[in-house]
């Protein structure tokens, strides 16, 4: 005798829903955020994060993830880290070759010092690559030692812009008290003839990098320079008031200046 086939129905609803009812877990399981951290490789993780940090959208932050140690030394040792300041260098000459430079001598290009003009790579290395906390005390001994050596796509450019005209300024959110160190490490690395270094005064500490360099910025805007160019490996070295017409961001996956 043939089943009907509404009561096979019935009868295989049944089973379903006694199977469904006997267990505790659900039949389809969406990831937990665990899983999901667990199945993303450190490198592909750390490449995002860095992606993140040098678009500006990881915000403020302290230190590199713990994970991404080896990432870091990897990047900044390697062919990765010299090939990227290669390419800003190379886009900011191009901008350089398209300003029209006057004959008043008010044409100007400003560069921050540390990871834009010089790498602090030696002092790094000996600190986790950016996973330690940042120690005030080693690194002021570290820059009194002006062993820094040049970014070689920096050298270049400065040295370019020099022979276009432009005058150069050097603005760092080191002290007035390193001067003399920082003056003899940008001779040391190469960079002769800057028209002008300005560090941070008495009347500066404590104010916001962001706040204090578009105030020198300003400053040289009132004395009749117009900023074509700015170059810097930290937001804060970019943005604010009296930007430059155009800024170039320069790598750096160790640490955040706000």
């Known amino acids: ?12 609803l049944s089973v379903l829903i006694s199977s469904v009812s006997s267990s ?16 993303i490789d450190d490198d592909l993780y750390c490449a995002s994060w860095h992606l993140a940090v040098e678009t500006n959208n990881a915000g403020s932050w302290k230190q590199i993830p713990t994970r991404c140690e080896s990432f870091v030394q990897d990047y900044m040792t390697g062919p990765r880290y010299m090939s990227d300041s290669e390419i800003v260098a ?22 921050d010092i540390d990871e834009t003009l010089l790498t602090n790579l030696p002092y790094y290395q000996a600190h986790g690559f950016g996973s330690e906390t940042f120690d005030e005390n080693s690194w002021d001994v570290w820059v009194d030692l002006a062993e820094a050596p040049a970014i070689p796509a920096s050298l270049k ?4 812009l020099k022979q276009m005209g432009f005058k150069i300024f050097v603005l760092t959110g080191r002290s007035e008290n390193q001067r003399n160190a920082t003056a003899k490490n940008l001779l040391f690395a190469g960079y ?19 706040v204090y360099k578009s105030e020198k910025r300003s400053d040289l805007v009132n004395e ?3 900023i074509h160019g700015s170059s ?3 937001w804060s070295d970019l943005l604010g008031f009296a930007v430059a017409k155009r800024s170039f961001k320069l790598p750096n996956p160790m640490y955040y200046v706000s």
Request: proline fraction near 5%; charged fraction near 20%; aromatic fraction near 10%.
């Open 157 to 160: 450019l400065y040295n370019e």
């Open 192 to 210: 002769t003839d800057l028209d002008r270094l300005i560090l941070r005064g008495p009347s500066d500490e404590g104010t916001l990098a962001t």
């Open 1 to 12: 005798m043939a089943s009907h086939p509404l009561s096979l129905s019935f009868l295989l």
């Open 232 to 234: 810097g490996d930290q």
């Open 24 to 39: 505790s877990q659900p039949i389809i399981q969406l990831p937990t955020t665990t899983d999901r951290k667990s199945n």
């Open 90 to 111: 190379n886009y900011s000459l191009a901008y350089a070759f398209s300003v029209e430079i006057g004959r008043n001598g008010k044409d100007a290009w400003v560069f």
């Open 224 to 226: 009749g320079y117009t």
